[in-house]
């Protein structure tokens, strides 16, 4: 996935908007974290996000990610 769709970015602003969680799926693993930011460094996307149950800090960039899907 080099790219998220109009969906998947409306879905992914709704959850840091609200707090959700979401799965990413990057490089056959799956995380399941709180977003807090979508962001724009160096020319490539990242989302700033927390674990929900350590609370520490994980960066995902899009470009690297293999799925994204909101918890529900």
């Given at each position: 996935?080099?790219?998220?769709?109009?969906?998947?970015?409306?879905?992914?602003?709704?959850?840091?908007?609200?707090?959700?969680?979401?799965?990413?799926?990057?490089r056959g693993t799956e995380f399941v974290v709180v977003?807090?930011?979508?962001?724009?460094?160096?020319?490539?996307?990242?989302?700033?996000?927390?674990?929900?149950?350590?609370?520490?800090?994980?960066?995902?960039?899009?470009?690297?990610?293999?799925?994204?899907?909101?918890?529900?």
């Open positions: 996935m080099t790219q998220l769709d109009h969906k998947q970015y409306d879905a992914l602003e709704r959850a840091i908007a609200e707090g959700q969680r979401i799965v990413i799926r990057r977003p807090h930011r979508l962001r724009v460094i160096g020319g490539r996307e990242r989302i700033e996000s927390v674990h929900p149950t350590t609370g520490d800090d994980i960066v995902f960039y899009v470009d690297d990610l293999d799925a994204i899907e909101v918890i529900r």
